[in-house]
T-cell receptor, first 114, second 113 residues
Framework: KNEVEQSPQNLTAQEGEFITINCSYSVGISALHWLQQHPGGGIVSLFMLSSGKKKHGRLIATINIQEKHSSLHITASHPRDSAVYICAVRPGWNSGGSNYKLTFGKGTLLTVNP | AAGVIQSPRHLIKEKRETATLKCYPIPRHDTVYWYQQGPGQDPQFLISFYEKMQSDKGSIPDRFSAQQFSDYHSELNMSSLELGDSALYFC????????????FGSGTRLTVV
């Protein structure tokens, strides 16, 4: 079982819809990242979270440390939001593993149709 | 704000050639990590450096080597390139101590033909 689980794996939406992508993890973490990757493109860091909630434009990321769960929301989705969204965690010092390497989720492929 | 800089952005090489990828971390970050992401694959950890010393090693082939320099930039050297080395190579940097996340470079897309 992967230490980082994302859902859904694939998501198709109509322009303007509200999008939610979920990430659950099984280890203690020091930080959680939400990353965006367009087809054939590089990695873009959207958020780094260790607690609470962050907002940037139409994107909102939340994390619940007790429940080991994070969500990425996109409001008023647009076709340019179509990309793979990846959740990645940096384990905490007491997680039993390396504190330094990220563990990646499998990614969520989002397609927003006009 | 300064980000992690990688060069080149794109690289095309022939089989059996060599390639050198560079990663410049943001200021005050002493740790650099290299990842490889093949087409349709999850990122795979290759190697990391802290204070110019290798700190962790993942699935890096023997044909590859890397180092971190005194200015904390890192270079990934790849020799005897194979078609299967075609991938996105991205690096990230962080302060080693404390509960901080990574800052990511946008990656170098290597195509071996």
């Amino acid at each position: 079982k992967n230490e980082v689980e994302q859902s859904p794996q694939n998501l198709t939406a109509q322009e303007g819809e509200f999008i939610t992508i979920n990430c659950s993890y099984s280890v203690g973490i020091s930080a959680l990242h939400w990353l965006q990757q367009h087809p054939g493109g590089g990695i873009v860091s959207l958020f780094m979270l260790s607690s609470g909630k962050k907002k940037h434009g139409r994107l909102i990321a939340t994390i619940n440390i007790q429940e080991k769960h994070s969500s990425l929301h996109i409001t008023a989705s647009h076709p340019r939001d179509s990309a793979v969204y990846i959740c990645a965690v940096r384990p905490g010092w007491n997680s039993g593993g390396s504190n330094y390497k990220l563990t990646f989720g499998k990614g969520t492929l989002l397609t927003v149709n006009p | 704000a300064a980000g992690v800089i990688q060069s080149p952005r794109h690289l095309i090489k022939e089989k059996r050639e060599t390639a050198t990828l560079k990663c410049y971390p943001i200021p005050r970050h002493d740790t650099v990590y290299w990842y490889q992401q093949g087409p349709g694959q999850d990122p795979q950890f290759l190697i990391s450096f802290y204070e110019k010393m290798q700190s962790d090693k993942g699935s890096i082939p023997d044909r590859f080597s890397a180092q971190q320099f005194s200015d904390y930039h890192s270079e990934l050297n790849m020799s005897s390139l194979e078609l299967g080395d075609s991938a996105l190579y991205f690096c990230a940097s962080s302060p080693r101590q404390g509960n901080y996340g990574y800052t990511f470079g946008s990656g170098t897309r290597l195509t071996v033909v």
